[in-house]
Nanobody
Framework: QVQLVESGGGLVQPGGPLRLSCAAS????????IGWHRQAPGQERESVAF???????LYRDAVKGRFTISRDNARRTVYLQMDSLKPEDTAVYYC?????????WGPGIQVTVSA
């Protein structure tokens, strides 16, 4: 059974850093891409970053140059390093994978950027 579990969220001041982790289990995670999405209150869920099985990366324009996605296959974990955080980055962040034509999401973790 595919499971994704996020960790590392919390409250951070504007301009500060935060690192999210996504622990994957139940499938051959090293052979698949994984993405991070986020959803702010009253808004639709949006993609933030994606890393392929061979470590190609994609970012939405709003986070380019500030966020870095990476993966550690030995730990079956994907990271999202977020620097220079802004209040508009406040959202619930979700880990996502599409496996065997099904979508799997983690439960989500809150990130709040506020002074």
């Amino acid at each position: 059974q595919v499971q994704l579990v996020e960790s590392g969220g919390g409250l951070v001041q504007p301009g500060g850093p935060l690192r999210l982790s996504c622990a994957a289990s139940g499938y051959a995670s090293s052979a698949h891409g994984i993405g991070w999405h986020r959803q702010a209150p009253g808004q639709e869920r949006e993609s933030v970053a994606f890393i392929s099985f061979n470590r190609d990366t994609l970012y939405r324009d709003a986070v380019k140059g500030r966020f870095t996605i990476s993966r550690d296959n030995a730990r079956r974990t994907v990271y999202l390093q977020m620097d220079s955080l802004k209040p508009e980055d406040t959202a619930v962040y979700y880990c996502y994978v599409r496996y065997n034509e099904k979508d799997y999401w983690g439960p989500g973790i809150q990130v709040t950027v506020s002074a």
